[in-house]
């Protein structure tokens, strides 16, 4: 991403399958951890401007892919995580 911007990723936007929390529960490992390293269910990440969402959305539907929104980039003065988990 770039310099001072974020990714804030809604984690209610699709389900945890179960062998992640588990992953989770059985390596002792923290949230961000899991997110970091695993998929965690979602696969592969497109990002697009805002107003070319449902575009995208609707070609992927077309072509037989299930795809959501899970999150949007936001501006990130601190310089903190690029990534934020909600």
């Excluded at 179960?18 to 592969?44: D, H, K, S």
């Excluded at 980039?73 to 909600?86: C, D, K, P, R």
Aim: aromatic share 4%; charged share 15%; hydrophobic share 45%.
């Amino acid at each position: 991403l770039p310099a001072k911007t974020a990714a804030h990723i809604n984690l209610s936007s699709w389900e945890l399958p179960p062998v992640f929390a588990l992953l989770q529960e059985q390596g002792n490992i923290e949230q961000n951890e899991l997110y970091r390293t695993f998929n965690c269910g979602i696969g592969m990440v497109i990002a697009v401007e805002q107003d070319e969402a449902d575009a995208v959305l609707n070609t992927l539907a077309s072509q037989g892919e299930t795809a959501i929104i899970i999150g949007n980039i936001q501006n990130n003065e601190q310089e903190a995580a690029q990534v934020i988990l909600q």
